[in-house]
């Protein structure tokens, strides 16, 4: 059974930084594309980053663009996503996802994503 648990979250001042951590095990990690999404207070899941099974393919929403950074290690089966100059609005639940279809490209639909972390919360304060 594949599982994938997330940490890191927290609340932050605006402006401010944190490093998102999801392990994956029971799994073939190396061969996930993996991706962050996140689901902000009564809005619907978004998208917000992905990453290829070797890394050379990265993908994010224009609004986190220069701002988040993710990042896979496959030797620990963990995948990042690196957040800095936090904005009131990024306050959301982040989730992390696993895609095993081995698609070409960095998918952002929910419903193609295989697995999914139980999310950690992250609130900004303005």
């Known amino acids: 059974q594949v599982q994938l648990v997330e940490s890191g979250g927290g609340s932050v001042q605006a402006g401010g930084s944190l490093i998102l951590s999801c392990v994956t095990s029971?799994?073939?990690?190396?061969?996930?594309?993996m991706a962050w999404f996140r689901q902000g207070p009564g809005r619907e899941r978004e998208f917000v980053a992905g990453?290829?099974?070797?890394?050379?393919?990265?993908g994010y929403i224009d609004s986190v663009k220069g701002r988040f950074t993710i990042s896979r290690d496959n030797a620990k089966n963990t995948v990042y996503l690196q957040m800095k100059n936090l904005e009131p609005e990024d306050t959301a639940d982040y989730y992390c996802?696993?895609?095993?279809?081995?698609?070409?490209?960095?998918?952002?639909?929910?419903?193609?994503?295989?697995?999914w972390g139980q999310g950690t919360r992250v609130t900004v304060s303005s």
């Open positions: 996802a696993a895609d095993h279809t081995k698609s070409l490209v960095i998918r952002i639909k929910e419903f193609q994503y295989d697995y």
């Open positions: 029971g799994g073939a990690f190396t061969m996930y594309t």
């Open positions: 990453i290829g099974q070797s890394g050379d393919r990265i």
